[in-house]
């Protein structure tokens, strides 16, 4: 399974970002489909999850600002990002994951300034 993430870059407190992922490749159900982020010197962090069943779970960090969605026909997940704040700022992952599957994506940087 191959993830490519796009929609990451600089914007200021307060503002929004959308980020995209698609998954091409042996995609089998059901999965989940993630974000995950790691912010400087800290450890990667699970922030949003929707399954392909439609279970979708978020940190208590991001509950309300973002929003997690997918398209199963697409092989997509978006995570939409509003009032984003300078501690958002991280490299953003997408993560595919099965019991017998767990691939990521190679990350997509997101920077808010104060």
């Known amino acids: 399974v191959q993830l490519q993430a796009s929609g990451g870059g600089l914007v200021q407190a307060g503002g929004s970002l959308r980020l995209s992922c698609v998954a091409s490749g042996s995609i089998r159900r059901p999965n989940d489909m993630s974000w995950y982020r790691r912010a400087p010197g800290s450890q990667r962090e699970l922030i949003a999850k929707a399954g392909s069943e439609g279970v979708i779970n978020y940190a208590d960090s991001v509950k309300g600002r973002f929003t997690i969605s997918r398209d199963n026909a697409k092989n997509t997940v978006d995570l939409q990002m509003v009032s984003l704040k300078p501690d958002d700022t991280a490299v953003y992952y997408c993560?595919?994951?099965?019991?017998?599957?767990?691939?990521w994506g190679m990350g997509t940087l997101v920077t808010v300034s104060s």
């Open positions: 993560n595919y994951w099965r019991r017998d599957q767990d691939y």
